[in-house]
């Protein structure tokens, strides 16, 4: 296997995580509707805010690294849900659905021969394909993380032990 190829599918181990850490699949497994709005005590958002910034997130990045006309959402506001904002189970299901369809196209962008990773991205001088997908996979990684963690302590039951 050449470099290229080697580096093309440790990317996309990456931002399909199950390596170091659980795939967002498995986070996500039997989410219990009843708990979509549920909020830790102490904290602004609930796992529909935390999921639906995960996809804000992605899909800006994603954008911003093929869209020559790219506009970010507002900082830090277009990020997040309102604080008081509440999802319906279809809500839920349509953030899913984003979001895997995102990491779908992001994995395709890596695993694309022609994905050029170290060139500047033209309409981006300093900014590289190559940071944007570590940057896509870290932000998920962490978010992750933090869904699970949130899952345990409000104890949303089943979640797989890895």
Known sequence: MNKDQLLREELSALLKGG?????????????PMEDINKR???????PWHLLEHMRIAQWDILDFAVNPDHQSPAFPEGYWPKEDQ???P??????????LADLKTMEALVKDPETD??????????YTIFREVLLAA??????????????????MKPIKEY
């Open 40 to 46: 830790l005590p102490n904290a602004s958002y609930t």
């Open 86 to 88: 509440k999802a319906a």
């Open 90 to 99: 279809a809500q839920w299901k349509k953030t899913v659905k984003g979001f």
């Open 117 to 126: 990773f170290f060139g500047p991205i033209p309409h981006a001088k300093g």
């Open 138 to 155: 870290d932000h998920n990684a962490y978010h992750v993380g933090e869904l699970v963690c949130l899952r345990r302590v409000l104890d």
């Open 19 to 31: 390596n170091a850490h659980m795939n967002i699949e498995d986070a996500l497994s039997d989410f």
